[in-house]
């Protein structure tokens, strides 16, 4: 299958700053990424949905301006987490995907764990 | 509305036996595709098996195999000769040819917790 790399795996900033996460298609054009969220022994939740050059399309209740995401090229998305509370602290999960038919498979990235103190 | 059930929160299984872990759907579409996950403790989703709606044969994959019932409406996945390896979070996924906006994005079940015991 095709690899999906996501740095760092682990996090732990103070509250007020900032995080970086990076997510990366290793070996195929991701002309579509997504990012989640999971809460500890629950489902992903979809946070926003990312196409190379345009904005990220945000779910219902995500704040936008709170989590930033950037899909510059075909192979890299980053979503930051500004001005970071605890309760932001959460499992990250990005995964990508080479087009948007039915078919299309999403591949995940090893994921974020973000640690807010 | 479209939305994913696996109404087993927890199973187990004997190492070697076979499983089967239970999803259904719900969709007016005709078209769409569906796929099952497996999330060890290290976090990492892994892509197991993939079930189109016109596929007129149930998906196999190693000692993956999908249960693709139609006109029930489900997508059951079954692993033979289970390993202790095979103990994870499994989740059942859907997509539809219709979602609001164009990324279609998946729909996702709330998981199915299988441990292997030796």
């Known amino acids: 299958g095709a690899v999906v790399s996501q740095h760092p795996s682990r996090v732990i900033c103070k509250s007020g700053t900032s995080v970086k996460i990076e997510c990366r298609s290793l070996?195929?054009?991701?002309?579509?990424m997504f990012w989640y969220r999971q809460f500890p022994k629950k489902s992903l939740m979809l946070m926003a949905t990312?196409?190379?050059?345009?904005?990220?399309?945000?779910e219902q209740g995500v704040e936008k301006d709170k989590f930033l995401i950037n899909h510059a090229s075909l192979t890299l998305s980053t979503l930051t987490v500004t001005s970071a509370h605890p309760e932001d602290s959460s499992f990250y999960i990005c995964?990508?995907?080479?087009?948007?038919?039915?078919?299309?498979?999403?591949?995940f990235g090893p994921g974020t764990r973000l640690l807010v103190l | 509305a479209q939305k994913i059930t696996q109404t087993q929160p927890g199973m187990f299984v004997q190492e070697k036996e076979a499983v089967t872990l239970d999803c259904t759907y719900d969709?007016?579409?005709?078209?769409?595709?569906l796929f099952w996950y497996k999330q060890p403790s290290s976090g990492e989703m892994i892509f197991l098996i993939y079930q189109g709606s016109y596929d007129q044969q149930n998906a196999t994959e190693g000692r993956y195999s999908l249960n693709f019932q139609k006109a029930r409406k489900s997508a059951n996945l079954v692993i033979s000769a289970s390993q202790l390896g095979d103990s994870a979070m499994y989740f059942c996924a859907m997509r539809a040819s219709y979602n609001a906006g164009n990324n279609r994005k998946l729909i996702w079940g709330l998981g199915t917790s299988l441990a292997v015991n030796p």
């Open positions: 995964s990508a995907s080479a087009g948007v038919r039915i078919q299309e498979t999403q591949y």
């Open positions: 990312s196409n190379e050059g345009s904005k990220a399309t945000y």
């Open positions: 070996d195929f054009q991701a002309t579509t």
């Open positions: 969709t007016s579409d005709p078209s769409y595709g």
